[in-house]
């Protein structure tokens, strides 16, 4: 009973990493740029289409596909910011919505002319494959190196948005545009490298997912998405903190249920999200 | 002088049929969550045709496509409709998804047309009408004959049952136990996976905590497969004290590329597999190939098929596209197809073939699917059971 629960909580652990790295930047966007932006799966998709080709057709080291990962889906989200969302800052929801969901049924119809629909595989090298027995209990390996990297990363983001320049810039421009300007910080730029982050944690996420959850066209608009929207809904819009607790939560309550309770399916994790929406209904660190 | 001229009036009403197309309206998934199902269906139409050429008794055939977009049994059934009164079409044909396949089959029913079901897979889809032929296979039709075979060849006492929560899950899920039971092997557990699944680990450790004899997993083609073996790889799943088994999709081609040595010894029961030697296959896989890039896989073969089913019917009537014809024509029909030879019932209309049993072993270095078994000419048990049922 106990080391099934310690390998149901570290299994969803794991999996809430996974689930943060897609999320966080979506987060970031929809709270201190107040842009619905429902491609940002999408960003996720050219991260692991970027790992398949280099770690396929280029024989790279899967480690060294996940930088460029990164990169793909900042790229991206440079691109998409300056030629297209930049216009809609001021938009109406409604408009927001559909544009970016119009993107996405664009992308989706771009990753299968390029890569087919077929789903898509990147082989992480041997020693991140298999599992290692530890108090009786089998850990996969691949999930501690998704634990760790999540962490890390967390840890960096933290970093960057508290204690350097870019970040004291960053949460200027959120908290009061106006005057953020008036001090001469360049709000618009400040904003794209904002986006470019998001996109790009998202494009890391998308790569690490391969192992997990698998690769295919239709990656942008799928269940994905939705596990996505629930961490923001839940964690509250610009948290990073709260991305970073709802993730967890909702991994683990995720793991749990299917190991404990199967034949609610996936179900309670839908539960647990009204539960908590109804106890907080700006997510667990929302302020607006 | 005059016998050419009766000739040639004979002929007259001949030539106006040959210049008119035989159209075939195809209704698939084409966007959507299964839009390579469909993809590769059509592929292998595409094959066919390219293979042995579109033209039939003397007359050119064109296919209209409409897409679904996924599981849409009114968008199927408006499409079916739209592609019969407003294109006539003379056959439809397609349908990747038992849901579209019911509401395409009212539409046969209604309009008497001629209707090739090239993948839906749920046994009763061919009830829906009259008119209509299959030319996939149905899930009884490997999960009971697999559920008998594990139980007496395979010599399993004991199973545990990981199926997706929808219909094919459920029927597979019913087809299987009911069969092993029957043989007289035990069910241990068993659990359903949400159809939107995207992490298998905590599925996979609860099986393992049971550690029974055996697990048969059913799972629909995709990105599924891959991540479920993953899991199963992850946990650390041995094979040698726990078995495998699976349908087709479960080691599909992708999913053995994703899951690597470990999917090693998973045996599985499917009609197709396109590393089969025969000649029919060798040549039908290189041509695809050089068409597509890519493998054909159980979808395609249900699509080659369907088109050789509808050339086929349409010599026997000579070009003719009267339904009573072609159902007249297509039923009992017996071919050669590089999955192996098969037969359309001429009672229940449904398909005829091979059930294999595979296991994955390395074959110069590559995970194949290595068939050791073979149960020859497997009727649709469901279908026997209507058929019994109805006398």
């Given at each position: 009973m106990f080391s099934s629960a310690v390998g149901v909580l570290f299994d969803g652990f794991a999996y809430g990493m996974l689930l943060f790295l897609l999320s966080v930047g979506l987060s970031v966007t929809l709270g201190m740029m107040n842009f619905v932006n429902l491609a940002h799966c999408t960003f996720a998709a050219v991260g692991g289409y970027c790992?398949?080709?280099?770690?396929?057709?280029?024989?790279?080291?899967?480690?060294?596909?996940?930088?460029?990962?990164?990169?793909?889906?900042?790229?991206?989200?440079?691109?998409?910011?300056?030629?297209?969302?930049?216009?809609?800052?001021?938009?109406?929801?409604?408009?927001?919505?559909?544009?970016?969901?119009?993107?996405?049924?664009?992308?989706?119809?771009?990753?299968?002319?390029?890569?087919?629909?077929?789903?898509?595989?990147?082989?992480?090298?041997?020693?991140?494959?298999?599992?290692?027995?530890?108090?009786?209990?089998?850990?996969?390996?691949?999930?501690?190196?998704?634990?760790?990297?999540?962490?890390?990363?967390?840890?960096?983001?933290?970093?960057?948005?508290?204690?350097?320049?870019?970040?004291?810039?960053?949460?200027?421009?959120?908290?009061?545009?106006?005057?953020?300007?008036?001090?001469?910080?360049?709000?618009?730029?400040?904003?794209l490298f904002t986006f470019a982050l998001g996109g790009g944690l998202a494009g890391l996420g998308g790569a690490l997912a391969i192992e997990v959850i698998g690769l295919e066209s239709t990656l942008p608009l799928s269940v994905v998405l939705v596990y996505v929207l629930i961490v923001v809904a839940v964690g509250g819009l610009g948290s990073i903190r709260g991305s970073f607790v709802a993730a967890i939560v909702l991994g683990i309550t995720d793991t749990a249920g299917k190991y404990y309770f199967p034949w609610l399916g996936a179900f309670l994790i839908y539960l647990v999200m009204v539960a908590l929406l109804m106890w907080r209904p700006l997510g667990l660190f929302g302020k607006r | 002088m005059k016998k050419l001229l009766v000739a040639a009036l004979l002929a007259a009403p001949a030539v106006a049929l040959a210049q008119q197309p035989i159209k075939i309206g195809l209704v698939l998934s084409s966007s959507g969550q299964f839009a390579d199902a469909a993809?590769?269906?059509?592929?292998?139409?595409?094959?066919?045709?390219?293979?042995?050429?579109?033209?039939?008794?003397?007359?050119?055939?064109?296919?209209?496509?409409?897409?679904?977009?996924?599981?849409?049994?009114?968008?199927?059934?408006?499409?079916?409709?739209?592609?019969?009164?407003?294109?006539?079409?003379?056959?439809?044909?397609?349908?990747?998804?038992?849901?579209?396949?019911?509401?395409?089959?009212?539409?046969?029913?209604?309009?008497?047309?001629?209707?090739?079901?090239?993948?839906?897979?749920?046994?009763?889809?061919?009830?829906?009408?009259?008119?209509?032929?299959?030319?996939?296979?149905?899930?009884?039709?490997?999960?009971?004959?697999?559920?008998?075979?594990?139980?007496?060849?395979?010599?399993?006492?004991?199973?545990?049952?990981?199926?997706?929560?929808?219909?094919?899950?459920?029927?597979?899920?019913?087809?299987?136990?009911?069969?092993?039971?029957?043989?007289?092997?035990?069910?241990?557990?068993?659990?359903?996976?949400?159809?939107?699944?995207?992490?298998?680990?905590?599925?996979?450790?609860?099986?393992?905590?049971?550690?029974?004899?055996?697990?048969?997993?059913?799972?629909?083609?995709?990105?599924?497969?891959?991540?479920?073996?993953?899991?199963?790889?992850?946990?650390?799943?041995?094979?040698?004290?726990?078995?495998?088994?699976?349908?087709?999709?479960?080691?599909?081609?992708?999913?053995?590329?994703?899951?690597?040595?470990?999917?090693?010894?998973?045996?599985?029961?499917w009609h197709y597999d396109y590393t089969s030697k025969n000649k029919l296959n060798v040549a039908f896989v290189k041509e695809f190939n050089a068409m597509h890039g890519r493998n054909p896989d159980f979808f395609s073969i249900g699509g080659y098929d369907g088109m050789h089913a509808i050339y086929e019917t349409l010599k026997k009537t000579k070009g003719k596209t009267d339904s009573d014809a072609l159902i007249a024509a297509a039923k009992g029909l017996k071919w050669e197809s590089p999955r192996g030879p098969m037969m359309i019932d001429p009672e229940t209309r449904d398909v005829v073939q091979n059930v294999y049993i595979r296991r994955v072993q390395k074959v110069n270095g590559e995970l194949t699917n290595v068939v050791f078994d073979t149960i020859p000419m497997v009727k649709d048990p469901a279908g026997e059971r209507r058929k019994q049922g109805q006398k």
């Open positions: 790992t398949v080709s280099l770690v396929n057709r280029l024989d790279w080291p899967f480690l060294a596909a996940l930088p460029a990962a990164f990169l793909a889906g900042a790229v991206l989200a440079v691109l998409l910011e300056r030629m297209l969302f930049r216009r809609l800052y001021r938009a109406s929801d409604l408009d927001q919505c559909l544009v970016t969901i119009g993107v996405a049924f664009m992308s989706i119809a771009a990753f299968a002319w390029f890569y087919s629909t077929e789903p898509q595989s990147a082989r992480p090298p041997a020693y991140l494959i298999g599992s290692f027995e530890l108090l009786g209990r089998s850990f996969g390996v691949y999930r501690v190196f998704l634990a760790a990297a999540g962490l890390l990363i967390t840890g960096l983001l933290v970093y960057a948005l508290e204690r350097t320049r870019f970040g004291a810039r960053v949460r200027a421009a959120v908290d009061n545009q106006r005057m953020a300007r008036g001090l001469g910080i360049d709000v618009d730029r400040t904003f | 993809a590769q269906l059509d592929n292998g139409i595409k094959t066919y045709m390219k293979m042995h050429g579109d033209t039939v008794a003397g007359r050119k055939i064109e296919l209209i496509r409409r897409d679904t977009g996924g599981v849409a049994p009114d968008v199927a059934k408006r499409l079916s409709q739209e592609l019969v009164v407003r294109d006539n079409v003379d056959i439809l044909a397609g349908y990747v998804l038992t849901p579209n396949a019911m509401a395409g089959g009212d539409v046969s029913a209604e309009a008497k047309k001629f209707m090739v079901v090239m993948n839906a897979a749920t046994s009763v889809v061919i009830t829906k009408s009259p008119y209509m032929i299959r030319t996939s296979v149905t899930l009884p039709q490997v999960m009971e004959t697999f559920g008998t075979w594990a139980a007496t060849k395979g010599k399993l006492k004991q199973s545990y049952t990981m199926v997706t929560d929808y219909g094919p899950g459920h029927d597979s899920e019913n087809a299987f136990t009911s069969a092993f039971k029957a043989a007289g092997g035990s069910i241990a557990g068993s659990v359903r996976f949400p159809v939107a699944n995207p992490d298998f680990s905590a599925f996979v450790q609860r099986a393992k905590d049971v550690a029974p004899e055996s697990i048969f997993i059913f799972i629909p083609g995709g990105a599924q497969p891959a991540a479920l073996g993953k899991a199963m790889a992850e946990r650390g799943i041995d094979k040698k004290k726990t078995k495998v088994l699976g349908s087709g999709e479960t080691t599909a081609e992708a999913a053995l590329k994703s899951m690597g040595d470990n999917a090693l010894d998973i045996i599985t029961a």
